[in-house]
């Protein structure tokens, strides 16, 4: 049987032990099934799961909508 290599998300290092594979999240598509991210058991906490773009849209809706003190 053929083991799966993955990609660390942190490190972008290649993982070559399956013992060391940790599945940290799952990411959605636009279309069709989406993916599993993957990182180094040491690179765990290592991990940005935030989108920028989607933290800097975001920041700028939530400062807009401040009520104004």
Partial sequence: MITPLHVCR???GLITDPDD???VAYEEAASGPG???WAHRDHVDDVDLI???LLRIM???WAAHRPAM
């Fill in 51 to 53: 989108d920028p773009v």
């Fill in 21 to 23: 594979a940790v599945a």
């Fill in 10 to 12: 942190a490190c972008d």
């Fill in 59 to 61: 920041t700028r809706i």
């Fill in 35 to 37: 993916w599993t991210i």
